[in-house]
């Protein structure tokens, strides 16, 4: 009789130990999801940093497919593809990115920066006009300034590139593109002022120093600007300040620049040879 009141209770064991093992298990599982979630999100870290850009699409594009509705996939995806230089490729990620849970309105903002680089303009100025008012970052009053630049409605323009530089701590960049607005509206002042405010703040933008440069030249001042330059690029400037005298018609003032540039330039200067060659020649 013992024994037949044992087995009862050698069955409760047993489902004991089974239904704490299936806990157990459960728990394991849950632990490892937390753990694939934190890989997961470390590897996009890295794929949106360090990563090369194509391998960073293609890992995006694998991993969003797989989980379609994942707002943070997409954003990846959209950011890699701009990244990669294929924003033509980022429209459409953007675009299904802005109808899933979790879009934001950066998510919009990227979106119309992707239109801009893939030449849809009015596009991304409709997105912009999407975007609340109270959302003010630097990137949207990028967009916005580059957009008013295009409509040439010049002191809405202004008024977008001052704001945007308060809110980034590196302006050179969207200084240089206000002086660039400035010098293609024929206001060579204060052009000249914002490339060199832009030189103060990046000294490496070679961009800025050779619109400076045109700035100059367009008051045909033709004297290089006291800046941090090496010795190519002092040729490269050299050669610009040439081509604006060129084309104001002080051909010989353009000539002795395209000397001073073959001279300063380290190595063989092609273009600049070139341009005196058939000034020469003519």
């Known amino acids: 009789m013992r024994h037949y009141k044992f087995i009862p209770l050698l069955f409760l064991g047993v489902a004991a130990i089974s239904g704490c093992q299936k806990t157990g298990d459960q728990e394991v599982n849950r632990a490892f999801q937390d753990v694939n979630v ?13 990563a090369d850009p194509n391998e960073a699409v293609t890992y ?51 979106y119309a920066d992707a239109l801009l680089r893939a030449g849809d303009w009015a596009k991304a100025e409709a997105m912009l006009d999407e975007v609340p008012p109270t959302h003010e970052t630097f990137k949207r009053y990028r967009l916005e300034a580059m957009i008013a630049d295009s409509n040439k409605e010049w002191s809405k323009a202004d008024s977008f590139y001052e704001t945007a530089v308060g809110l980034t701590t590196r ?12 010098l293609t509206r024929g206001d060579y002042k204060d052009a000249e002022r914002l490339f060199a405010d832009a030189i103060r703040q990046d000294n490496t933008l070679f961009t800025a120093k050779n619109n400076m440069v045109l700035a100059r030249g367009a008051q045909r001042d033709y004297n290089l600007p ?41 190595q063989h200067f092609e273009a600049a040879v070139r341009a005196l060659r058939a000034l020469e020649e003519s």
Do not use: C
């Open 226 to 266: 006291v800046i941090p330059m090496s010795q190519v690029e002092r040729a490269q400037l050299l050669h610009t300040m040439a081509l604006s005298a060129i084309k104001q018609n002080d051909t010989q003032t353009g000539k002795t620049l395209l000397r001073e540039a073959i001279d300063t330039h380290p």
């Open 60 to 110: 995006f594009k694998r991993t969003a497919a797989e989980n379609p509705d994942r707002a943070d996939l997409h954003r990846g995806l959209g950011q890699s593809l701009i990244r990669a230089k294929r924003p033509t490729e980022a429209v459409p990620v953007y675009q299904r990115l802005i109808k899933l849970d979790g879009a934001t309105d950066d998510d919009r903002v990227d």
């Open 38 to 50: 934190v890989d997961e999100s470390n590897l996009s870290d890295i794929m949106l940093t360090v």
């Open 171 to 182: 302006p050179a960049g969207v200084l240089n593109n206000w002086g660039y607005s400035k």
